[in-house]
């Protein structure tokens, strides 16, 4: 070892042994800490999360400068694995843990540099010192952030399943009609369920293979609520490709206001009528399901329980509704395209007339008159006899494929 070497090598151990006297590593501790929480806000107003701080900082400081002067395995102490997992628990992001280890480097190294340059040490002498001691702490502070990490994301996961398991189960209860209590319920839901609730099932219509399903739907759950202006919705899986959201507002939500709002592509919704409170909760829900089933016979992409809550209450006995069908229809109840495509056109000119389904349907009005009388002939009528009994039967048709 050269001259130089050993002179560096003897104020890198003085200068371990002065830092992990116990006087000194508390004031290093909250050199570096003071910094820390300036940068990560959620540190620095939380008195819990600031004592967790202290103790890995400290923790950290005394397995690092001990690496330094013996080298031995690479390892955060446990107090900065309890950190990161206090951290995950309470869902602050990892940004957050990683700005941690960012400004206490910064702050960690910049100590090091004041206490070198004050040093009774040749000026190469001093950069050879700092040199050695970056080259270690950019080691050490790299290997404990790569663990760090890992730890951090398996509790994380660990509190997000558990989370997600209570809030299944507290949803079921409420669904069930079981007693809860309102204000622990909206505490463990994080959703108000005093005020005005519209549910939602939101599914994919077809599966792909990237990403994560249930993300891609929590995400449009939350843009449906960000347009009828409701907070984030509460949302829990209720399949691999499908969840239930509900939505809380301080007014009741119209159906033509939902199907304005729409749904993104590759995606369906099915939405209940909003009512208050936890029975409005239940009751919307059940609505929003009823109309999920009636889904696979309608093309819109959001279907408000509103538009098809007849059909829904005819469907629950199918024998007699498709002997309604079958009855109301007679041959253009078929199950062929030209059928399926006179009964469109008979139901587009019954809600919105002439010009309306010409609109609808993207066709000329003469067409829309061809097919009328085309669908007269099957009927035996014509479409303005028994209006109301055959707009019903052409719903009940579209709605669950019985013809």
């Given at each position: 070892m050269s001259e130089q070497d050993a002179a560096v090598d003897a104020w890198i151990r003085a200068f371990a042994v002065d830092t992990l006297a116990s006087e000194e590593i508390e004031r290093v501790m909250r050199l570096l800490n003071e910094q820390i929480a300036a940068q990560v806000a959620v540190i620095g107003r939380d008195r819990d999360l600031r004592s967790a701080l202290d103790a890995s900082t400290r923790a950290q400081l005394r397995a690092f400068i001990t690496h330094l002067v013996s080298p031995g395995e690479l390892r955060p102490p446990e107090e900065a694995f309890l950190l990161a997992r206090e951290l995950a628990a309470r869902g602050v992001e990892m940004a957050a843990l990683l700005e941690v280890y960012r400004s206490g480097q910064q702050a960690a190294l910049a100590y090091v540099t004041g206490v070198a340059q004050e040093a009774d040490l040749a000026p190469e002498q001093v950069s050879l010192a700092l040199i050695t001691v970056w080259r270690h702490a950019i080691e050490w502070f790299s290997h404990s952030v790569e663990q760090l990490i890992g730890a951090y994301g398996e509790e994380r996961e660990r509190w997000l399943r558990s989370a997600l398991t209570r809030r299944t189960q507290l949803v079921a209860s409420i669904l069930a009609g079981d007693r809860?209590?309102?204000?622990?319920?909206?505490?463990?839901?994080?959703?108000?369920?005093?005020?005005?609730?519209?549910?939602?099932?939101?599914?994919?219509?077809?599966?792909?293979?990237?990403?994560?399903?249930?993300?891609?739907?929590?995400?449009?759950?939350?843009?449906?609520?960000?347009?009828?202006?409701?907070?984030?919705?509460?949302?829990?899986?209720?399949?691999?490709?499908?969840?239930?959201?509900?939505?809380?507002?301080?007014?009741?939500?119209?159906?033509?206001?939902?199907?304005?709002?729409?749904?993104?592509?590759?995606?369906?919704?099915?939405?209940?009528?909003?009512?208050a409170g936890l029975g409005g909760f239940r009751v919307s829900h059940h609505e929003a399901v009823a109309g999920r089933d009636l889904a696979d016979g309608l093309p819109e992409p959001l279907i408000a329980y509103a538009d098809v809550e007849v059909v829904s209450l005819l469907s629950r006995d199918r024998v007699a509704m498709h002997s309604f069908v079958g009855r109301e229809l007679g041959a253009l109840a078929a199950g062929d395209e030209v059928a399926a495509r006179l009964r469109e056109t008979v139901l587009a000119y019954l809600e919105s007339g002439m010009d309306g389904a010409a609109a609808r349907l993207a066709i000329h009005r003469n067409t829309v008159r061809y097919r009328l009388r085309q669908a007269e002939e099957l009927l035996g009528r014509p479409v303005t006899e028994r209006r109301r009994e055959l707009e019903l039967a052409l719903l009940c048709a579209a709605a669950v494929a019985v013809a």
């Open positions: 809860v209590d309102l204000d622990a319920a909206e505490r463990d839901l994080g959703h108000s369920l005093r005020r005005q609730q519209t549910a939602l099932v939101l599914w994919e219509t077809a599966p792909r293979a990237e990403g994560d399903p249930v993300r891609r739907l929590e995400a449009e759950a939350a843009r449906i609520a960000a347009r009828c202006g409701a907070p984030r919705p509460l949302v829990v899986p209720s399949g691999p490709a499908e969840v239930w959201a509900w939505l809380g507002t301080d007014r009741p939500l119209d159906g033509e206001e939902l199907r304005a709002v729409g749904s993104s592509p590759g995606i369906r919704v099915a939405a209940g009528v909003t009512a």
